[in-house]
């Protein structure tokens, strides 16, 4: 062996290992001492090495074994990155090249193989979809022919080879959907803090403006407030890019924090607000939590940004098997339509969809806007095996 077993799980992918177990079992069924698995590379439209048994070894071509595979594989050149062997490429079936008769062309690969000492290869592509995506090539030193059983053999081994890409596509496919998924994710936890934070900001300054030409004693603990804004915002942001969502003990009361959330962002601007409880509060589990507080926090600061209005009203409303979140306000309102709403109400409505939640909106010009989210909570039991899952005690 030339590799230690750390160099070959840095080397070797799970596919690899798969793919190499297939192309060791087809070279050793047909007594062969040299095989090499070629796959498409698209970008290029061209066929290059991606594994190579060699001596009872399957060495994957990468960097690290490059030099190797030149010295003993190939015997000092260079390692080609196109397969030149048209026959079976193109007629997309098994194909046997007798290299001695084959080498005195000009094809420059079929030179090389009988250069090495080899005189028979057996090609065999690997279709999918009716595309050849790959080859497997079997060296033998000396003239070879195949029984009806071995062929049959080497095009089963060939057939596990496609399933094995194929899955490979399709979980790379899947990555990419989750990498999508998680960039909407973050994109959503982003524009709920850090626009938010911006807002609230926004908001105290232009106080603070207005307050330095009338009233600069007043000014400090608008200041202050800014900078508690700015610590919470950059506190939310960590929190979003590392992906930790909060404990059951941070936002089961969420009502407290979207209390907190509407005085540190109103306290002495001309806007009135409200914040009213319904029923009789109880715990909800975590993601319920924070998600209706972004989900408030985006409609507050809609409010503050867009609505131009005197009032607003916060109502939460827990009831047997729901809770629901009200905001209310008298401003100038807008033409219902996700289109037009922006970033924010299109991230309210997937957390309301993560939450398996209801969204209503109205509104009108000139008539103020109404955002409604009721959600079905789990109580009793449920409630408190949801807990022990996320490792936190029952609150009786």
Not at 57 to 84: C, H, K, M, N
Not at 236 to 244: F, N
Not at 252 to 275: G, H, N
Not at 325 to 331: A, E, K, P, T
């Amino acid at each position: 062996m030339f590799q230690t077993n750390s160099d070959r799980s840095v080397t070797e992918t799970e596919l690899d290992r798969s793919l190499g177990n297939l192309l060791q079992t087809m070279a050793e069924q047909l007594h062969s001492s040299s095989a090499a698995l070629w796959l498409l590379c698209t970008s290029s439209n061209a066929f290059r090495p991606r594994l190579v048994y060699l001596n009872g070894d399957v060495i994957p071509v990468v960097p690290q074994t490059i030099s190797f595979l030149e010295a003993q594989w190939l015997r000092g050149r260079s390692i080609p990155y196109d397969l030149s062997f048209e026959d079976h490429l193109c007629d997309r079936t098994p194909v046997i090249y007798n290299l001695e008769q084959r080498s005195s062309g000009a094809n420059v690969q079929y030179q090389l193989m009988h250069h090495l000492g080899f005189e028979t290869l057996l090609s065999v592509p690997l279709l999918l979809n009716l595309n050849t995506i790959g080859s497997f090539t079997i060296c033998f030193t000396q003239p070879r022919e195949f029984e009806a059983q071995e062929l049959a053999l080497v095009q089963a081994l060939a057939q596990q080879a496609i399933l094995g890409i194929q899955l490979l596509n399709q979980v790379d496919d899947v990555k990419q959907a989750a990498i999508y998924e998680e960039r909407n994710r973050l994109a959503g936890e982003i524009h709920d803090t850090l626009a938010q934070t911006f807002t609230g900001i926004s908001v105290q300054l232009s106080l603070a403006q207005w307050l330095i030409q009338h009233h600069p004693e007043a000014v400090t603990p608008i200041l202050s407030r800014v900078k508690e804004l700015s610590q919470l915002g950059l506190i939310e942001a960590h929190r979003a890019v590392w992906s930790l969502y909060p404990t059951s003990e941070t936002y089961t009361d969420f009502t407290q924090k979207l209390s907190q959330f509407i005085e540190q962002w109103t306290c002495d601007t001309l806007l009135e607000t409200s914040l009213r409880i319904l029923g009789t509060p109880f715990v909800v589990s975590s993601v319920i939590g924070h998600n209706l507080l972004k989900i408030g926090q985006e409609a507050i600061s809609n409010t503050l940004k867009h609505a131009h209005a005197s009032k607003l009203l916060v109502i939460v409303t827990y009831g047997s098997e729901t809770v629901s979140l009200c905001v209310r306000d008298n401003g100038q309102g807008f033409s219902i339509g996700f289109d037009n709403g922006g970033f924010g109400l299109i991230g309210i409505a997937r957390r309301v969809e993560l939450i398996g939640g209801q969204l209503s909106i109205h509104s009108q010009l000139k008539q103020g806007t109404e955002i409604r989210v009721e959600v079905p909570i789990q109580r009793d039991e449920d409630t408190k095996r949801e807990k022990a899952r996320e490792g936190v005690s029952s609150i009786r």
